[in-house]
């Protein structure tokens, strides 16, 4: 049986790409795309090739980013144009396949099998995409060309920006195996500490282990880890239907004691909002409202909801909006038995900045 034939096409450094686009001028200063830099919670979104280099990262706190590197520049998020840009990159991308599954506003995967008697093989196919994306939108991508999903998402990560991997059978043992676990696809800052805490710090570690550990450590999502590793990944490209969409995402955790500060409350929420943000980039979703919930000593429940002001689905926003509307609703009159929190209204990637 003929292997297929998966690419995924990676917008690199998408928010502030797209920013600079308006910004010619900045474009050789280091740049970062921020959340609100007013509130104490601003953040940084996206920052250019620049502002990498200094080590500032997604996610954290525009104060932090400023101390590394005192000059950067810090512009507001345009997610109405982000959200064209992405439509414009999915119309190149439908030149090519009809079979194109988003994971979040800059990534997809395609499913190119049935396309190489009209454009070439899947490494041509992912060069016309890469140079259709920089010569008509301005902006470039990473294309990983593989076998299966996973190891397709894997080669769009190796090399960055505006570059082609090719991970095949005949190389994916020395291409994949020597990478850290946390590069795999849904390996989490969670996951990855229980890995390494266990001695398993490449994903070829995850080859060697026995099936009855992995399950031990992670249960279900252990052997899946290990089939990806292993590059026996069947999954499809699965265009999103809209029927298929989930109404909402999320869960409580009942602790073994009662829960009696913002502390605790912060790391459940953080393991939570984790495992939401993955399911949220699988399905190729935003989350546009945040419900949480509070179950006290006397067994009472209640529920606190705000509505986002920008569609998210990144774990570490996600968890600091849930524990801003926590801290804002919650005023520990009692322990809490248990806490929670769970993402509605949610967005397919091409409404979700309307």
Not at 106 to 135: N, P, Q
């Amino acid at each position: 049986m003929t292997d297929r034939i998966i690419l995924h096409s990676d917008l690199n450094n998408f928010f502030a790409s797209v920013s600079l686009l308006s910004n010619p001028t900045l474009y050789d200063l280091p740049v970062a795309v921020c959340g609100s830099v007013e509130e104490r919670h601003g953040i940084v979104l996206a920052k250019n090739e620049i502002a990498k280099k200094f080590g500032i990262k997604t996610a954290e706190a525009v104060w932090e980013a400023k101390l590394k590197c005192p000059d950067l520049v810090t512009l507001k998020p345009d997610y109405k144009k982000y959200y064209e840009y992405s439509r414009a990159a999915k119309s190149i991308y439908e030149r090519y396949t009809d079979l194109i599954e988003p994971f979040g506003i800059d990534e997809c995967w395609l499913d190119v099998t049935g396309s190489t008697m009209l454009f070439g093989s899947g490494e041509e196919i992912a060069h016309r995409i890469r140079r259709d994306i920089k010569g008509e939108l301005g902006i470039t991508a990473s294309v990983g060309v593989s076998f299966n999903k996973v190891f397709a998402k894997l080669g769009s990560d190796m090399k960055k920006p505006d570059a082609v991997t090719v991970i095949t059978r005949d190389n994916y043992e020395q291409k994949v195996w020597p990478l850290p676990v946390t590069d795999m696809l849904f390996v989490g800052r969670s996951t990855a500490q229980k890995l390494s805490e266990s001695g398993i710090f490449t994903v070829g570690d995850i080859t060697k282990c026995d099936d009855a550990m992995l399950r031990r450590l992670l249960g279900k999502a252990g052997s899946q880890l290990k089939t990806y590793a292993l590059g026996e990944d069947n999954s499809p490209v699965t265009p999103i239907n809209k029927d298929d969409l989930p109404k909402s995402i999320g869960r409580s955790v009942t602790p073994p004691k009662d829960i009696t500060n913002n502390e605790r409350v912060w790391k459940i929420y953080l393991n939570i909002a984790e495992e939401i943000s993955e399911t949220l980039h699988k399905k190729g979703l935003y989350a546009g409202t945040l419900q949480v919930h509070t179950r006290d000593a006397n067994l009472k429940t209640k529920e606190y909801s705000c509505k986002l002001q920008n569609p998210l689905n990144i774990s570490i926003l996600i968890a600091r909006e849930a524990m801003r509307l926590f801290e804002k609703s919650y005023d520990w009159h009692l322990p809490l038995r248990s806490v929670g929190f769970r993402v509605t209204n949610l967005k397919s990637d091409n409404v979700a900045f309307q």
